[in-house]
T-cell receptor, first 114, second 118 residues
């Protein structure tokens, strides 16, 4: 069974640009969560999608958005990039929903903002 | 809001030794999960062990076990017979369960970098 796949793995953007990251969950998993990992702030919850609906959201500005498609694949978008958005963005999936806590993580997309 | 504190930024032990990683948390909720996740260098994070707050029995998974002290809000991870492959960042995490189903996202501690020396 394939694991959680995130693309791209690495990318470099400049301030003011926008970026879209993609996540393909494990087959059969309907919940996708996104986390931001930085050396300073650690791991922080961005949002969770379940059956194409955003079910939960962390404390991030509106520049961070996401969506989920009918095949459970998810994308997150960050607009008007800032230097502080440089981070490893982790996607995690779960079959029934993130409320069991047993999340399966991808390897992440490492974003560098210059 | 919940907070999770891991007071040991880095630990180093010899292979085959037993090591305990500390974690404390703060919450006013009563229905929640606690987790330990492992993030090896340049590899994805994986779940090591999970504890449901209403269960008094400490969770165990092979060489990994926890000491869950609900009143003290403490949740330590014990790794027995440590192996080189246990070298990784270990994150303690908390998840609040809502009464109507669903849950908040995971709240992570800052992590403990565990190094197993040969």
């Amino acid at each position: 069974k394939a694991g959680v796949t995130q693309t791209p793995r690495y990318l470099i953007k400049t301030r003011g640009q926008q970026v879209t990251l993609s996540c393909s969950p494990i087959s059969g998993h309907r919940s996708v969560s996104w986390y931001q990992q930085t050396p300073g702030q650690g791991l922080q919850f961005l949002f969770e999608y379940f059956s194409e609906t955003q079910r939960n959201k962390g404390n991030f500005p509106g520049r961070f958005s996401g969506r989920q498609f009918s095949n459970s694949r998810s994308e997150m978008n960050v607009s008007t990039l800032e230097l502080g958005d440089s981070a490893l963005y982790l996607c995690a999936s779960n079959r029934l929903g993130a409320n069991t806590g047993e999340l399966f993580f991808g390897e992440g997309s490492r974003l560098t903002v210059l | 809001a919940q907070t999770v504190t891991q007071s040991q930024p880095e630990m180093s032990v010899q292979e085959a030794e037993t090591v305990t990683l500390s974690c404390t948390y703060d919450t006013s909720e009563n229905n929640y999960y606690l987790f330990w996740y492992k993030q090896p260098p340049s590899r994805q994070m994986i779940l090591v062990i999970r504890q449901e707050a209403y269960k008094q029995q400490n969770a165990t998974e092979n060489r990994f076990s926890v000491n869950f002290q609900k009143a003290a809000k403490s949740f330590s991870l014990k790794i027995s017979d440590s192996q080189l492959g246990d070298t990784a960042m270990y994150f303690c995490a908390f998840m609040n369960r809502r009464s109507g189903g669903g849950a908040d996202g995971l709240t992570f501690g800052k992590g403990t970098h565990l190094i197993i020396q040969p």
